[in-house]
């Protein structure tokens, strides 16, 4: 499996933006998929997850303004990212293969290259 991000940009405080993942390979309809994000000088953290069966998780700081979706026959993963702030400035990464045990998410090993969010205020 193979993740290509794409999407990302510069949008003022209060816009919206939708981020693409898209993968190759055949087991993206049964893998959890998770977007992270890395802001600079900052650890890499977890914005929001989709199970292969329809369960979404997300952040705390993200509920009610991003939605995570998923397309299984276009094989593509999408965050919609509304009402942004400049603290949502990063660069958000797909994450593949991942699961829940309990209230931890394990990522999975298939990572995409990454792509930049910047929110002006």
């Known amino acids: 499996v193979q993740l290509q991000a794409s999407g990302g940009g510069l949008v003022q405080a209060g816009g919206s933006l939708r981020i693409s993942c898209a993968a190759s390979g055949s087991t993206f309809s049964i893998a959890g998929m998770a977007w992270y994000r890395q802001a600079p000088g900052q650890l890499r953290e977890l914005v929001a997850t989709a199970s292969s069966g329809g369960r979404t998780e997300y952040k705390d700081s993200v509920k009610g303004r991003f939605t995570i979706s998923r397309d299984n026959a276009l094989k593509t993963m999408y965050l919609q990212m509304n009402s942004l702030k400049p603290e949502d400035t990063a660069v958000y990464y797909c994450?593949?293969?991942?699961?829940?045990?309990?209230?931890?998410?394990?990522?999975?090993?298939?990572w995409g290259q990454g792509t930049q969010v910047t929110v002006s205020s």
């Open positions: 994450n593949s293969g991942g699961y829940y045990i309990g209230t931890y998410y394990f990522a999975g090993t298939v």
